[in-house]
């Protein structure tokens, strides 16, 4: 196994020159294996500086301005696989036109990726006044429907979720089907109502057993 596409940086400026390779290499649906998101140190100070367990608090976002990606050869033959790993170097606040303790409105420009912050509170629907920390839907780390939408259209490679101090999660289109599929079938459709009863989330899951992108690198 070789570590041999080098790591390339998207910062936002020449963004235009590199849109084509954001969209294509780690988006590729054929022959990808494992995607591996990292926060790194930075980015991660600033989340976790922001991070409150107050109970009265709204979701905040983010925009990606500089972040790589790497990828990891797995396989060379067919099914030929590989891993990328996401790195994501620095952050800026987003222009939130609206945000609420289970939701909120911003857009990141064209080639910034998201992230937003899950609130570890649980409330009664969207009022914050009855928000109370922990509860049944506190550190829900699954991307709601709408953040799956808004990432398909968006087309990003990836987007985050911040879910609880140190916890950070990556997602990305591949979770989520194509309506077609989703709306196929009696009986399939999709639930659009409270469904975080018992979503909980203790263990970081993006941080790789081992992580190819601290290994050596060759240049393509
Ligand atoms: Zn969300």
């Not at 409150?52 to 099914?79: F, I, K, L, M």
């Not at 879910?163 to 077609?180: I, M, N, Q, V």
């Amino acid at each position: 196994m070789t570590w041999t596409v080098g790591s390339m940086r998207f910062g936002a400026r020449g963004l235009m020159a590199v849109l084509a390779a954001t969209t294509a290499a780690p988006r590729a649906a054929t022959g990808q294996a494992v995607r591996l998101g990292v926060v790194m140190d930075l980015p991660r100070q600033t989340l976790e500086a922001a991070w409150t367990n107050a109970p009265q608090q709204v979701e905040r976002a983010y925009c990606v301005t500089d972040w790589s990606y790497g990828v990891y050869h797995v396989s060379r033959v067919a099914p030929i696989q590989d891993d990328t790993v996401f790195r994501v170097f620095a952050i800026r606040d987003a222009d939130v036109s609206n945000a609420g303790p289970s939701a909120v409105d911003f857009e990141c420009p064209d080639g910034m990726p998201e992230l937003h912050v899950h609130t570890p509170t649980t409330c009664m629907g969207d009022d914050v006044t009855t928000c109370v920390s922990g509860g049944l839907n506190a550190y829900s780390c699954q991307p709601s429907r709408g953040d799956l939408e808004k990432l398909v259209r968006r087309r990003d490679a990836f987007a985050v979720l911040q879910c609880d101090l140190h916890a950070f999660r990556f997602y990305y289109a591949s979770e989520y089907p194509t309506p077609a599929v989703v709306a196929s079938g009696p009986g399939s459709r999709p639930r659009t109502g409270n469904l975080t009863p018992a979503m909980r989330y203790n263990e970081p899951v993006t941080q790789p057993a081992t992580d190819p992108g601290s290994g050596s690198r060759s240049s393509p």
